[in-house]
T-cell receptor, first 111, second 116 residues
Framework: GQSLEQPSEVTAVEGAIVQINCTYQTSGFYGLSWYQQHDGGAPTFLSYNALDGLEETGRFSSFLSRSDSYGYLLLQELQMKDSASYFCAVRPPDSWGKLQFGAGTQVVVTP | ETGVTQTPRHLVMGMTNKKSLKCEQH?????MYWYKQSAKKPLELMFVYSLEERVENNSVPSRFSPECPNSSHLFLHLHTLQPEDSALYLCASSQDLSVSPNEKLFFGSGTQLSVL
């Protein structure tokens, strides 16, 4: 099986940069996804890394290094609305659409 | 709005009750899922349906019984639950059950279940 480790909570001020790390132990997977979930809301897809390197989508960027078994989500120019939980997820081979999720990182943005 | 609607949003039930959770997706997707979300834990996949057929039952206790009458609707029937079953139950859908690596999941907002 897969094991994904994320910090449980990160606190930062508006305008700051936050990096959420996701380390994993797996023999193989298709890629690393990130989902955002506001309190009381639905998890929503943020980004996907199929290959090593950086993927940028506006203020959010995601990075993957398979050789280091490591990825991260970078949140720039933090806004209050970015306060949410962020989950990394991988899709194991032959998984029929199953995603293996981390436990999530609660990001708290303060004024 | 994700296109996946779950009802009810909140449910309190006793251990001897029978209740059902409902999920409806308006996205034309062919695959639907039930996940359990407990505090500080990873999302746990419970059931997977593709074109109304169950393709995965992840060692879930029989007190949880899924039903998929068509590709747009998914139910989770609950009976004789335990207090440890209290959690947020999330429904999700995806276009297909393909192995396309970047297949996105679209989640509903969940049903917060409390078992007394």
């Amino acid at each position: 099986g897969q094991s994904l480790e994320q910090p449980s909570e990160v606190t930062a001020v508006e305008g700051a940069i936050v990096q959420i790390n996701c380390t994993y132990q797996t023999s193989g997977f298709y890629g690393l996804s990130w989902y955002q979930q506001h309190d009381g809301g639905a998890p929503t897809f943020l980004s996907y890394n199929a290959l090593d390197g950086l993927e940028e989508t506006g203020r959010f960027s995601s990075f993957l290094s398979r050789s280091d078994s490591y990825g991260y989500l970078l949140l720039q120019e933090l806004q209050m609305k970015d306060s949410a939980s962020y989950f990394c997820a991988v899709r194991p081979p032959d998984s029929w659409g199953k995603l293996q999720f981390g436990a999530g990182t609660q990001v708290v943005v303060t004024p | 709005e994700t296109g996946v609607t779950q009802t009810p949003r909140h449910l309190v039930m006793g251990m001897t009750n029978k209740k059902s959770l409902k999920c409806e997706q308006h996205l034309g997707h062919n695959a639907m899922y039930w996940y359990k979300q407990s505090a500080k834990k990873p999302l746990e996949l419970m059931f997977v349906y593709s074109l109304e057929e169950r393709v995965e039952n992840n060692s879930v206790p029989s007190r949880f019984s899924p039903e998929c009458p068509n590709s747009s609707h998914l139910f989770l029937h609950l009976h004789t639950l335990q207090p440890e079953d209290s959690a947020l139950y999330l429904c999700a859908s995806s276009q297909d059950l393909s192995v396309s690596p970047n297949e996105k999941l679209f989640f509903g907002s969940g049903t917060q279940l409390s078992v007394l």
